[in-house]
């Protein structure tokens, strides 16, 4: 259906004389069509028990995503093809590696040490670098990636690890302090240095949307975890502090909230790329101006940050609508993982991917339609870009593992072993066959 | 754990919830304002770099015109072959910043992919003569034809040059945009139709045919020689300008533009007559005209406002006070009496060609084959302001102030009888230094009328301010005139 789906947008938008897609380009399509039958086998083979909505709405996201950037220009199409192949590929590589997600629990430690690495990696002089005002890339050899997008993975697989085996003693050890009760700070300490840090370091790298995403974060697996909602109300007056301090503070701060209460006025400087895509999503109106038809090119970034508003404008508000149901649909099959999910950790590493998904399209949409300040991450599955593209995929590959894992739980499939179960007995066949 | 998981579920669907609505708020509840705003004629760079139809004046020449470039991402520039002369007729046609007046008015026949042309009712000839009378000073001076309403010259200074706006090089165009958006002259309105004034004398043309066709008014009226009179409502005296004893009947204080008769007439008339009246004349009313952004003209009240303060009204009639008129908007007035009272729409637009190729402008003319005519504007009437018995009435006292009135002394061309009325638009006040806007408004032949000018230079530099509308407005006017009366067409 997806395919189809994908393949028939395709066809709609090369069928429009205003875009330069050729017939040369097609097999790039055609390769992203085989990934997803592939990765549709793979997990009916080594996945079979997982919650057959996750992939499919993902394949609709990628595909509109993915036709919108080959009609707005081929070299991104070109590239946007490798990193969906990689995606692809790292969604079948974790699924294959990853048996048992209680696995990763063993490697909470380690998931906290690389997530800060990756995140302090963009500000090492020599390996960082600053593209579009925010530090946040790294550049090895000629991969550029942002190394941020696999911190928030494998800090959401900490976190959820560490709550999972501390929870009950950090609801336990409350005292009460100015009215409020409060754990223990020992119990408390990781996960308030790693929150500190990453804040830090997003701030410093002058990227608002993932600081605000790793926030939410791990104000969110905390209140899941403990069942306190004071750590909301916390939480929630922390980052009012934090806004309103970097408001204050930063220069860059105050011009996006500027730019957001009043665009109109700044049309010929900071104001023009969010009053241009509010532009084209009018253009569109209702039924929009049909694929290959409008101007997205005329947005800056209408492949990237503002990919929404070039669906807006040629899709129209019924397209954009879609593409919105098609996110409820995934959020919501990422928390009923959570919900079904059997074991703490797991549920708790399913609410905290899912809310990095869940913000994170919040808020690039938000932004674009202004009703937050903007701020410059990517959406997910549809924005060109490898790094989103690729931990978006893995991602994806943990909420299909864990959806699977409680539906053999539940005896809903047969339990087989998995992949690396399989292999690890038959190389142990072997030796006792040797001796 | 899942009742925290089912509040989050829930707390994200009300997020989208609202993601959902600001999406229908800006597609559809909010689309058209949206549509319509100016700055959203987004052109992608391909459309944007095609040939486009010319502009052209009505006496063949081209005023704005696509040419081949060797150098740059671009092949074709926009040319405005005429500099500084047109912008506010032309507009301007930008990849950045969108574009104005005809090349956005009428951009769907200019960039069509066979391109039209069009063809303005502005003749060169004229326009040159405008500017140069002008000679830098801020204002405007507009030539109508009295039988169709339209515009045969149209200058504003300050101007700007649509050139720089048009450069390809978008830094060098903003840093041109941010001088003009920064002068607070407003280079970029065109003062002759975007802006209004303070009418001064000029706006006496109302009075006296109000006045006449209520019956406040005859030919046969007198008033006293004063030099001072105290309205109903005040205690503040109303006088003359340059504080002139003045009065006689209706012929020689139209002349010589005395205030006070003018004054007692508005109150003789009274508040719901005069607003009426001034209504018939389209103040406070839209102008009708076929570029953008025209301004409108206004009374500055409503008949209520001045039933408890006649002195105001007083004021009013002579065109002082808060009532203020737009250049053009006065032409037309002017141009209704010289038309037994009817006043026409103006326009700028005489011609438009679906073919760009098949029109040949040149020799005083543009020629085209007839079919290659996609529309000519038809002349229409906005509204009627006078019955013919008193514009004739009115011509006879206009033709008395180029004869022996305040326009005397620089308006008058041997063997062409002309209309006039002068306009010293008192903008300080009493006590304080002199500034003032002057003003002329008139039409020729008296007799047979061809041509309706308005001529008017704003209060903005001290030369200005020390002189009145007929020593200062009255030469640029004649020129303009001798120009159309000895012109081609």
Redesign the interface.
Known sequence: MACVFAAGAYALAYDSP?TDMSLARLPLMLTVLALWGLAHLVVRRVANGADALLLPVVAVLHGTGFVMIARLANKWADLQTVWSVVGVGAFLAVLVLVDRPLDLRRWQWTCLGAGLVLLVLPMVPGLGFTSGGARIWVSIGPINFQPGEFAKILLAVFFAAYLDERRTLIVQSEHRLWGLNLPEMRHLAPIAVAWGLSVLVMVGQRDLGSSLMFFSLFV?ML???T?KTGYLVVGSALFLAGATAAYFLFDHVRSRVEVWLDPWSR??DRGYQP??A?????????WGEGLGNG?P??IPAAHNDFIFAAI?EEL??MG??AV?AA??LL??AG?RV??RAQR?FE?LLA?GLT?IL?VQT?VI??GV???VPLTGVTLPFMSYGGSSLVSNYVVLALLVRMSDATARELREVPSIPGVRERVAMRLAQRRETRR | ??????H??VA??V??G???M???N???V??DA??R?S??N??????FDSPRGRIVTADGVVIAESVEKDTGEFRWQRRYPAGDLYPHITGHYTLS?GSTQLEHLERRLLSASTPGAVEVTVRDDLQRVAQAALAGRDGSAVVVEVATGAVLAMYSNPTYDPNQVAQHSGAAA?AY?EVLNADPEKPLLANAFQERYMPGSTFKILTTTIGLETGALTTASTFPNERRWVPPNTDNPIQNYAGKTCGGDLAEVFRRSCNIPFARTAVAIGPSEFVAGVNRFGLDQTLPFDLQGAATSTFGGTAGDFDNSLALLAIHGFGQGSVQVVPLHMAMITASVANGGVMLEPRVVKRTFADDALVIPGNGTVSSPIDNIVRTTPVRQWRRTMAATTAATLTTSMEGVTQSGTAACCLQIPGVRIAAKTGTAQLNPEGEKQRSHAWITAFAPAEAPKYAVTVMLKGTSEEISAGTGGRLAGPVARQLLVAALNGAQ
């Open positions: 205003r969110v209140w899941v975890a069942e049309f010929t009053v241009k509010l532009f084209g999503m009018a253009n569109g109106g209702l101007q090119s005329a807006g129209g508000m954009a609508a919105l996110y409820v959020v919501g928390m959570a919900l703490d549920k609410v809310t869940a919040f949409i938000g339609l202004r009703v | 754990m899942n009742q925290r998981i089912r989050l579920t994200f669907v997020l989208f609202i993601l959902f600001q999406l229908s800006w597609q559809v909010r689309r949206l549509v705003d700055r959203n987004t052109l992608d760079r391909e459309r910043f903003e945009l």
